[in-house]
């Protein structure tokens, strides 16, 4: 599939003059770069990129306040934020600068949206809109306490409390978006989901921001599961 991707991106950008489709594509935005590198903000609320060095990225994309944010679709982490600059086009740390919107006439978006319409059949995209795709666990150390965390692709999170198993874990709530998570906990709290594999809370003044490590579910020593 994502080689059909690679095919489509391109081709996406340049055709026109076929009249079909049904012009689905008119509430996407195609943005590109001056060496080629393209994405696509769909509609409904996915993201596709092709770097030019081959690399793809795809997930959901969330804007506001002139800021793009992206997560991963396969793991739910954050995997880009692009800011606007002075001359209007869009800078990421992640992606590079000089993503300019393009535009095109309702043919080209058309086919275009070839690719919107593809994401929607990846196995991530039911939930990751609003969940972690995938069981995800985390541990951090707070001075002689390991805290552990598991995040379900039901939108439920198991944390036990401090120094006990499993049994005593609370089922709470959290929702993702572009690889941010809010939890609503007995101690509720917000953490961004890194694409190294971190869950790195807000930093407090005068305290130290200590990040949650992802681990493997194997790994984890206090017997947390999903499926209760």
């Given at each position: 599939m994502?080689?059909?991707?690679?095919?489509l991106v391109p081709a996406a950008m340049t055709l026109t003059g076929c009249l079909c489709g049904g012009w689905e594509?008119?509430?996407?935005?195609?943005?590109?770069?001056?060496?080629?590198?393209?994405?696509?903000?769909?509609?409904n609320g996915g993201y596709a990129v092709m770097m030019a060095n081959g690399t793809i990225l795809e997930g959901y994309a969330v804007?506001?306040?002139?800021?793009?944010?992206?997560?991963?679709?396969?793991?739910?982490?954050r995997a880009f934020v692009m800011t606007t600059q002075s001359d209007l086009s869009k800078a990421s740390t992640e992606l590079g600068a000089g993503w300019k919107v393009v535009t095109l006439d309702q043919?080209?978006?058309?086919?275009?949206?070839?690719?919107?319409?593809?994401?929607?059949?990846?196995?991530?995209?039911?939930?990751?809109?609003?969940?972690?795709?995938?069981?995800?666990?985390?541990?951090?150390?707070?001075?002689?306490?390991?805290?552990?965390?598991?995040?379900?692709?039901?939108?439920?999170?198991?944390?036990?409390?401090?120094?006990?198993?499993?049994?005593?874990a609370e089922t709470a709530y959290y929702h993702a978006s572009a690889g941010?998570?809010?939890?609503?906990?007995?101690?509720?709290?917000e953490a961004v989901y890194?694409?190294?594999?971190?869950?790195?809370?807000?930093?407090?003044?005068?305290?130290?921001?200590?990040?949650w490590n992802r681990i493997p579910l194997a790994q984890m020593t206090t017997g947390l599961r999903c499926s209760l």
């Open positions: 994502k080689t059909l991707l690679a095919a594509g008119q509430d996407d935005q195609v943005l590109r770069t001056e060496n080629g590198d393209a994405m696509q903000l769909c509609s804007a506001d306040s002139g800021l793009i944010t992206g997560s991963n679709g396969e793991t739910g982490a043919v080209e978006l058309d086919h275009a949206h070839v690719q919107c319409a593809d994401l929607e059949t990846r196995a991530w995209w039911p939930n990751s809109g609003l969940y972690l795709p995938t069981e995800t666990a985390f541990t951090r150390t707070v001075g002689t306490t390991t805290e552990e965390i598991l995040f379900c692709a039901d939108g439920t999170a198991r944390i036990p409390m401090a120094g006990e198993t499993a049994v005593y941010k998570i809010a939890v609503n906990a007995t101690r509720s709290f890194t694409a190294d594999g971190k869950l790195v809370p807000p930093a407090v003044a005068g305290q130290p921001t200590i990040a």
